[in-house]
């Protein structure tokens, strides 16, 4: 795992102070005198992993199916506009000689959606993390997300959602296998 950069906190009080002045907000309201602290720690949360150990166990059983952990809910802030995009990704894979604890896939997701992000590149990396890690026949991870960017400014496509997919091995190779992959996440076959 890559290390966590290190948070100035004053640093960004202070320029979120600076920032709120600069949008002509006044910082005299008891309602927003503390709003430069509250902004900063809630970036700080959001842009700070938690460390993790991938705990992986010998396949004793051989288990030749697909593991597959829905709905891992995703919360992340979009590089471009640094506005939130929240949903849900679904990691699946095909396991070899080792199996992985279950909560490691939603902790994977995490580690990676703590930074600023773009869903492309976030939905490849927990996909190529694990292939790395388990080296497993297969790997398959989607995810489905709102962006903020889209919905509160610009085009304001409210309700629009965004999916994108990394499909590695045989799930990328066998047209039934990925079939099986995408209706136990509950995303409709396209023909």
Not at 18 to 35: E, I, R, V, Y
Not at 58 to 67: A, I, K, Q, R, T
């Amino acid at each position: 795992m890559e290390k966590s950069p290190s948070i100035d906190m004053q640093a960004g009080i202070n320029a979120a102070r600076d920032f709120l002045l600069a949008m002509g907000l006044s910082l005299d309201s008891p309602n927003l005198q503390d709003t430069p602290r509250r902004m900063t720690e809630a970036y700080r949360e959001l842009l700070s992993p938690r460390r993790f150990q991938l705990t992986t166990f010998p396949n004793d059983e051989g288990y030749e199916e697909l593991v597959v952990a829905r709905s891992i809910p995703v919360r992340t802030v979009c590089e471009h506009h640094m506005l939130p995009f929240v949903g849900t990704a679904h990691v699946a894979y095909l396991p070899r000689e080792r199996i992985v604890g279950l909560s490691k896939l939603a902790r994977l997701v995490e580690f990676y959606a703590h930074r600023p992000q773009v869903q492309e590149r976030l939905t490849r990396q927990v996909a190529d993390w694990l292939d790395d890690k388990l080296h497993p026949k297969a790997v398959g991870v989607v995810i489905e997300a709102t962006h903020s960017c889209m919905t509160l400014r610009g085009v304001t496509a409210v309700g629009s959602t965004t999916v994108t997919s990394t499909l590695l091995g045989t799930l990328r190779e066998d047209p039934g296998l990925r079939t099986e992959f995408l209706s136990l996440i509950g995303l409709p076959q396209h023909r």
